[in-house]
């Protein structure tokens, strides 16, 4: 029978064998579709940040590929080969050449299709966790095969750094200029689906986003968004009308400098300053429309 001693040094290595990593809200504060290829896929240009609202993630060494799901949106949740995540973990072994499984547990705090990258920042978190896992290589963000996953999962492997995604959402340059600020994040618990709203668009060659502003502060910044779009809102008001309520709730706030909808919805933001006017604005949101998500989160 073991010892207390060899049963404590077990459960300190069993902890030192899981890797644990948060995948953060990733939230499109622009998002313009400047045209479509041949094969179908869409040219996108979006000013991408990350929040700290996050699903919490870690993976363990198991003798198979395997997967559990909690928290408040675990609802529904695949655990098969339908999850991006399993399908992730599938292309890192297939590529590296590995053999081993593992163990995947996914907290869900994040709305499922949103808009705000749930299920690619799963996948993108659960790719660096299983690399350091297996002891391989980490697959690059503009990989082919990372590509072909979806297109947020590039930038979303490259979190919590800002980025400008362009291309089909493989092309990524850092963004190191912004002004500190806070969003509130609001969704009317409905899903949106992506390629319904792409199908929606009246026009795929659209103007690229402007010059994002090098040193301007909070003021200057929220005036630069409002002169920006995202390209997905108008399909996505015209299938989902809670859009327009949202959105109506946020810019009543006078806190709440700029809003609009992330990636494809139904999830929008409100731009603020600073945490405190975060939470205010939350707060008397979440007290009028009970039965909505909102997170009020610093912008990372």
Known sequence: MPSSHQKVRTRSL???????GQAPAKINLTLHVTGQRDDGYHLL????????VADQISVAPAPDLR?????PFSEGVPTDHTNLVVRAADVLRKVRGVTAGAAITLEKHLPNAAGIGGGSSDAATVLSLLADLWNVPPLAANSPNVLALGADLPVCMAAPEPQRMTGIGEVLTPVKTLPDCAVVLVNPRVKVPTSGIFKGLSQRANPAMDPIPTGADFDGFAHWLGQ?????LPPARALTP????TLAKLNAMPNVKYASMSGSGAT?????RNMADARHVARAIQ??????????ALVL
């Open 287 to 296: 007290v009028s429309e009970m039965t909505w998500w909102v997170a009020p």
């Open 228 to 232: 920006q779009r995202n390209d997905l």
């Open 14 to 20: 069993l902890r030192t064998m899981i890797h644990k």
């Open 268 to 272: 929008c933001f409100g731009l603020v």
């Open 67 to 71: 997967v559990s799901v909690s928290g």
């Open 242 to 245: 809670e859009i327009d309520a």
């Open 45 to 52: 240009d979006s000013l991408v940040v990350f929040a700290d």
